[in-house]
């Protein structure tokens, strides 16, 4: 979509000229159900700066957005903030249509850029802490190595208060609003949550680091325009608070049990277990694999203090859904969690050895002993199941209230 595409005003100076993408159901094996946004800024200066690109397929949006306020051709300088494809993509195009003065990127950044656009040799490196005069007003680099890339950066416009933030503090959400404000807050919270569970768990340390030297530098957040989702216009508190809570990763009574089943056994256990950690006062969710995706399973976990795992066994290996999770949830490196893990099995039982086996690799600290069901459990097995889930809600922290 490029006819008739406009700019939206952020503030006086400052436009987002960024595209909208309604389609996008699958973001590196996350689940964007709500789409996404590629969102790229002009800053209106005496040197008219473009504040990344977008993906290459929404070159043409971007392109008639900023010609909703100026002839692209009098761009003096392009910052690219992070050099992932869905930013950077149309970035050459740009370069080879403006012919800017100057493209900037972090010293990682320049590095990363020459290497997805072979021969793209004229980014100018800038250092952390460095300032650009645009001539009426100045722009600030802050580095932020790993949030989530080894280039990623932010880029300050202080004489607007506008914090460009790239991916950190955004979200995958397609919307015909811009701004916070605009937006259910259930929506934002939930979509911020999922964003952060996803791609910037992993970093949650960094994101502690980050969030101090922001408090330290007495910045005049007017606006944080993130890469994704919308402008936050009236609650940069509250995104900011957040990510100071998710990051600490502190656990609560909430409690995942995820399992998937073939003939209904593995379910049986799961829903016992359920009722044993209801008792022991855990708020339980349970979430099938059948029903459940991935990225949302992850979401789920960012404000749990447990996670029960339970798996059938199918040639000798535990279910390809349960699979699928648990290496997804180990490479986001969850934190300070309780648990343990069950499975109903045929002639052989393999299935919740390995799974025990990768909650231990994840730092799951294991309560008590799998529990692992021949064929369809009985009462005995199913009180087994139901022990299990009370002992597990025992090892709970008291009274932290989960929120996602």
């Known amino acids: ?9 952020i503030t006086k100076d400052a436009y987002w000229v960024g595209a909208v993408d309604w389609t996008i159901r699958d973001f590196h094996g996350y689940l964007t159900a709500r789409g996404t946004t590629y969102n ?25 957005r900023i010609a909703s306020v100026v002839d692209p051709g009098r761009i003096d300088c392009v910052v690219s903030n992070h050099a992932e494809m869905d930013h950077s993509g149309f970035l050459p195009e740009v370069i080879a249509a403006v012919q800017p003065q100057t493209v900037i990127a972090s010293s990682m950044g320049a590095k990363v850029l020459a290497r997805h656009f072979h021969g793209l040799t004229e980014v100018r490196a800038v250092k952390d802490g460095e300032t650009l005069s645009l001539g009426n007003m100045s722009l600030n680099f802050v580095e932020t190595r790993m949030l989530h890339w080894p280039d990623s950066m932010f880029t300050y416009l202080p004489d607007r208060g506008v914090l460009f933030s790239q991916d950190a503090l955004g979200m995958h959400l397609a919307s015909s609003e811009r701004f916070d404000d605009e937006i259910d807050d259930h929506v934002l919270e939930w979509e911020a949550a999922k964003y952060y569970a996803n791609i910037l768990l992993p970093f949650s340390p960094l994101v502690q680091k980050l969030l101090q030297r922001l408090g330290g530098m007495n910045l005049d957040l007017q606006f944080i325009a993130t890469d994704h989702g919308p402008v936050w216009r009236k609650d940069q508190g509250w995104i900011l608070d957040l990510y100071d809570k998710w990051s600490r990763q502190e656990p609560t009574r909430k409690v995942l049990v995820v399992y998937d089943t073939m003939w209904g056994s593995t379910a049986k256990m ?3 277990i359920g009722e044993g950690l209801q008792q ?11 029903a459940s995706h991935r990225s949302d399973v992850a979401t789920e976990l960012l404000d749990a203090g447990g996670l ?3 798996s059938p066994t199918i040639n000798s290996n535990m279910f390809p859904t349960v699979a699928d999770v648990l290496y997804y949830l180990r490479g986001l490196k969850r934190q300070n969690l309780v648990g343990t893990c069950f499975g109903s099995h045929g002639w052989s039982g393999e299935a919740v050895g390995q799974v025990a086996d990768i909650m231990r690799d994840m730092k799951v600290h294991m309560i008590g002993e799998p529990v692992k069901c021949q064929w369809v459990p009985d009462e005995a097995v199913l009180d087994q199941c139901y022990a299990a889930g009370l002992q597990v809600a025992e090892a709970l922290p008291p009274c932290r209230e989960c929120a996602v």
């Not at 339980?284 to 694999?289: A, C, F, H, T």
Request: aromatic share 4%; charged share 20%; net charge neutral.
């Open 1 to 9: 979509m490029a006819h008739g595409a406009k700019a939206v005003e």
């Open 40 to 64: 790229a800024y002009l800053v209106m200066a005496d040197k008219i700066t473009l504040i990344d690109t977008v993906k290459k397929p929404f070159g043409a949006e971007m392109l008639a």
């Open 308 to 310: 029960v795992v339970g």
């Open 270 to 272: 799961a829903e016992a």
């Open 280 to 290: 022991g006062g855990a708020c339980v969710k349970l979430l099938p694999l059948s």
